[in-house]
């Protein structure tokens, strides 16, 4: 499959204040993913902290659009979701990121949809709830029909890449149209990229790999660390699909 403006090879960094923007700028990332951390969970950022770190930087920023924990929400929450986007909007964000799985953990196509349509055409990415739906093929099928959506981060498995990498892989291999919309996640491991490029996932997205120690609380985004993975997977790409990865 050649690349396209949608495959490209993509590099997504989170966020959480300012100098994590400026960062990944200097690093040559090509988007950012601007989220409050609440545990191991990302969460909506303040209107205003979201304004700080749009104008600390040049890069297309998406937010993103979760209030609480669990993978549902209800019609109070949705409609304050539905009044930050304005809000976001507002300050020249780019896009979304969220995702919504039923009790019975496929994707709440009713729910995303109705989010999808309040976002006054921007686009939006589903996030890593997609690995807690019980059938990824059937969650991907579901995807595919909502509108606005170009992209999900997936690393394969709740327990990411680790132990999810297979299964993400055969799934891209299988449907081209998924890998040109999934964004490899998750604790991504170097090794990780070859073969994902390889079965046409050029689009990552980068959390604690890119801060010093790995740490979310202690270091900022380093720029030296965001250009290592960007050099990585452009040398994946230039390499070649049809190649082994292994090789050269």
């Not at 919504?100 to 989010?115: H, M």
């Not at 059937?138 to 327990?159: C, E, K």
């Amino acid at each position: 499959m050649p690349l396209t403006a949608q495959t490209s090879p993509s590099v997504e960094v989170v966020a959480l204040q300012a100098a994590d923007a400026e960062a990944a700028e200097q690093g040559q990332a090509d988007r950012l993913h601007v989220a409050a951390l609440a545990g191991a969970e990302m969460r909506t950022l303040e209107p205003a902290a979201v304004s700080v770190i749009v104008r600390a930087t040049s890069l297309p920023v998406r937010v993103t659009l979760r209030l609480s924990d669990g993978f549902t929400t209800q019609g109070g929450e949705l409609t304050r979701l539905g009044g930050l986007v304005t809000d976001y909007l507002s300050l020249g964000v780019e896009g979304f990121v969220f995702g919504f799985l039923t009790r019975d953990l496929d994707v709440d196509v009713e729910i995303c949809a109705a989010l999808a349509d309040s976002l006054a055409g921007a686009p939006w990415t589903f996030d890593r709830t997609f690995d807690s739906a019980l059938d990824a093929r059937r969650a991907w099928r579901q995807l595919r029909t909502l509108p606005g959506l170009d992209s999900i981060h997936t690393a394969g498995s709740v327990l990411g890449p680790a132990t999810g990498i297979e299964d993400l892989l055969a799934l891209a291999e299988k449907d081209p149209a998924f890998a040109a919309t999934a964004v490899a996640a998750g604790d991504l491991r170097t090794e990780d990229v070859p073969w994902l490029v390889q079965a046409g996932i050029t689009r990552i997205h980068l959390g604690a790999s890119v801060r010093p120690g790995g740490s979310w609380l202690k270091a900022h985004v380093d720029a030296a660390f965001v250009r290592a993975w960007r050099l990585l997977l452009d040398r994946a790409v230039d390499h070649g699909r049809g190649q082994n990865p292994l090789v050269g």
